[in-house]
């Protein structure tokens, strides 16, 4: 008789695994057991007195598995033979073996949205319908293994006819599913007024798009947290929205009730219609289709759009019976909060929106939608939630000892790392909201507690700058746990991320650009524009953009004509610096105009303010100076509409890269003063379109030059390139053809700050362990 233990890693729990197993094992007629196991793994015993049984079943798993499971190991081993009589489902067991994922949330399925959509189903119009392959996930899970139990479905018994389906084992898709349901025993949707009190209707789904097509303003309660949705084809209701939001430019999302719909918005490339439509759909940020009937407004003076299809039942629902089939689909919080889920913060919403579409199933994770967009030739991951988180990203090279690490402050994300594996924590925002803070360290200890890192004693990480709420965190956090604390220079973090997720032999010497906004340098500047040299075991900045004066410090983010002002004066005198800034009609991107522009220059003369190599704010000043951006409202405008304004745009300045390229000693500089200089002296002579264009082209190409001349010296063979501006397809398009080297960009985690503690915890845990 042949006997084999089998160890299963992937996302193998919550996606019907187990009863796949078990009807394999009837189909090949061996005997033996399955189950969960507490690491996110699951444990196979098998068995016959015939071999060819035994690994025809060996062959169907590996073949034959349910659509949304992803396999990663199996892990087989001969054991001595138990003399089982049958094949069975085992009681999950808390126990870990081999750390595998936790369940991901998956979009709704053909089958369960035929089912919805059928008239003689027993599901038709069932807000809450799901199956083994799809439904909510880590959203509605207090701890593994993933059994309705642990769940927020333990709260909805099932009814005699979902336990006799739970019981069939032919029933491929709901066989020992654990998030079923039916209008019977499931979850229940219901229409609530400003008040909060319930509104008397048949049909709440209905009744909500009703009110929405009325011109209503609407909270929808989904898988990860409240949207607020509303009519994206009117101008008034849009602008109704931002004012009630106070948002006054940042973009909002759109959702379709399917391509077709879609179609009509964007321009989809082919090669993105698997993700657009499979078991993630997260946001993709895609250019609008001409005649596009959504209203400026929700995306004011961009070319583009962010949009998803509908990914439950219940938006899918509410989609169908609005008139345009699209809506703004945006995330449901009071500004600066993060996105609510705790419906006990529901009244909060009241301020914003006009009723509330919710329902009694709890949200224990909050999880805000992901956000994707096409960058040199290829999606790359902006906002790391739902459908990614929390997925294992294995390493070529396992770490020295465990990491839990806090991440940046903007727009963040946590992560722990063990073994050969990082785990990347949903999406958490910005950390200097304590909403966010608290979710953000929850987020980590659930991750802690799943992989029971605790009792191996982890390294806590941090980033360097003594002023991040995130650091902070992490210090009181180390303190009371008394573990050790590491911190870890911001762009060490992103250039770490990159090779830890490409798997770079940290024996081979490598070079990488670092560009975004800011991040704490070893000098104790404001670090952003850099080139970064690994060998030997040691981090060097072996270049970057030279020092700008941050006049009034972080106002000279949010108001980038100081900025402007800032780079301008490396080539004019102040008096010529003010007289350009009103000659060019840039005083209104000063609050208090003339006076406040007194207060720069003196700010610059007197040499007041924190120096930076930020290519974030050389962007900024680029964008001021083209009158695109004037006032930052949202994390990173400046240099989008710079980025938007270049499309169509040509390289109008042919100057050699040597002119903008300066050498002192080891180091190479780029001279943001000599390259703002030639960009003015083209202003009158040239579009908009071009100058944007040129601007960031020749940024790339002196950083790709640069980056190329010490990649040469090492004998490295490819550029890495992360940070918040590594989205920029101008800048990187120019790295690569300046460097005439292959680059790497981080496409599975987030190239910026959402990014970074997957570098802290290869850097604490490997790189920099010793």
Request: glycine share 8%; charged share 25%; aromatic share 8%.
């Amino acid at each position: 008789m042949k006997a084999l233990r089998i160890y299963v890693t992937g996302m193998v729990q919550g996606v019907g695994f187990r009863p796949f197993v078990r009807r394999i094992a009837k189909i090949t007629d061996v005997r033996g057991y399955v189950r969960n196991l507490g690491g996110g793994e699951v444990e196979i015993l098998v068995e016959s007195d015939k071999d060819d049984r035994v690994d025809e079943f060996l062959r169907l798993l590996r073949e034959r598995h349910p659509p949304p499971a992803k396999l990663e190991i199996v892990r087989v081993e001969e054991v001595e033979p138990s003399s089982l009589q049958d094949f069975i489902i085992l009681e999950s067991g808390s126990e870990r073996v081999i750390a595998s994922e936790i369940p991901q949330d998956l979009a709704i399925c053909e089958h369960c949205l035929g089912e919805i959509m059928n008239p003689a189903s027993r599901w038709y119009r069932y807000p809450f319908n799901s199956c083994a392959w799809c439904g909510p996930r880590y959203s509605m899970i207090y701890k593994p293994p993933y059994d309705r139990e642990n769940t927020a479905m333990r709260d909805f018994p099932l009814c005699d006819e979902c336990l006799s389906e739970y019981n069939d084992l032919w029933n491929e898709r709901r066989y020992h599913a654990q998030g079923i349901s039916c209008p019977k025993c499931g979850p229940r949707v219901s229409l609530l007024d400003r008040s909060l009190e319930r509104v008397e209707t048949d049909d709440p789904v209905k009744e909500a798009a009703k009110l929405i097509d009325e011109g209503m303003i609407v909270a929808v309660k989904g898988i990860g947290g409240y949207h607020i949705a509303c009519l994206a084809s009117d101008d008034e209701i849009v602008s109704k929205l931002r004012m009630r939001k106070r948002r006054p430019r940042k973009p909002f999302a759109i959702m379709a009730l399917d391509l077709e719909i879609a179609k009509k918005l964007v321009e989809i490339p082919e090669d993105l219609i698997d993700l657009f439509t499979g078991f993630i759909k997260p946001i993709i940020i895609l250019p609008r289709r001409e005649g596009c009937p959504v209203s400026d407004y929700v995306a004011p003076s961009l070319r583009s759009l962010g949009i998803m299809l509908a990914y439950t039942p219940l938006h899918y629902l509410l989609l169908m019976e609005t008139r345009d089939k699209f809506l703004v689909m945006t995330s449901g919080n009071v500004h600066g909060d993060p996105m609510i889920s705790d419906d006990s913060r529901l009244k909060e919403l009241t301020s914003i929106v006009d009723y509330v579409l919710t329902h009694n199933r709890r949200i224990v994770h909050r999880i805000d939608d992901s956000v994707v967009r096409l960058t040199h030739g290829g999606p790359v991951i902006l906002r790391y939630g739902r459908g990614y988180a929390p997925r294992i990203m294995r390493l070529r090279h396992s770490l020295k000892r465990p990491v839990i690490a806090f991440g940046g402050d903007l727009e963040t994300n946590g992560a722990v790392g063990f073994d050969d594996k990082i785990i990347l924590a949903p999406y958490s925002g910005d950390m200097d909201n304590p909403r966010v803070l608290e979710e953000h360290v929850s987020n980590l200890e659930f991750l802690m507690r799943c992989y029971g890192l605790m009792e191996r004693r982890p390294v806590v990480a941090a980033d360097l700058h003594p002023a991040y709420h995130s650091r902070r965190a992490a210090e009181k956090y180390a303190s009371s746990k008394g573990l050790e604390l590491k911190f870890v220079q911001h762009h060490i973090a992103h250039f770490a991320s990159v090779m830890a997720e490409v798997g770079h032999d940290p024996e081979e010497p490598a070079v990488g650009i670092m560009i975004d906004g800011a991040g704490y340098g070893l000098d104790g500047a404001i670090w952003g524009g850099e080139i970064l040299t690994w060998a030997d075991g040691i981090f060097e900045r072996a270049g970057f953009l030279d020092y700008s004066l941050m006049p009034g410090g972080d106002l000279a983010a949010y108001r980038p004509v100081r900025m402007l002002a800032s780079i301008l004066s490396k080539f004019m005198d102040l008096e010529e610096v003010g007289s350009f800034i009103r000659r060019r009609g840039l005083l209104r991107g000063l609050k208090h105009g003339s006076r406040e522009l007194e207060v720069v220059l003196a700010q610059i003369r007197r040499g007041r303010g924190p120096m930076t190599s930020s290519t974030g704010r050389f962007l900024d000043s680029v964008s001021a100076l083209l009158t695109l951006c004037l006032e930052r409202t949202y994390e990173g405008e400046p240099a989008i509409m710079l980025e938007e304004a270049s499309y169509g745009g040509k390289l109008i300045i042919m100057d050699s890269l040597d002119d903008f390229v300066s050498k002192k000693g080891d180091a190479l500089t780029i001279m943001t003063g000599k390259i703002m200089k030639a960009i003015v002296e083209s202003l009158d002579n040239n579009s908009r379109h071009d100058i944007a264009y040129t601007a960031q082209y020749i940024l790339g190409s002196c950083l790709g030059a640069a980056a190329a001349e010490k990649a040469c010296e090492l004998g490295a063979k490819m550029i890495y390139v992360s940070g918040g501006a590594a989205v920029n397809h101008v800048i990187l398009s120019a790295i690569e053809r300046a460097s005439g080297l292959r680059i790497h960009v981080n496409r599975m985690i987030p190239p910026g700050d959402g990014g970074t503690a997957v570098g802290q915890v290869y850097f604490a845990g490997y790189l920099g362990a010793d």
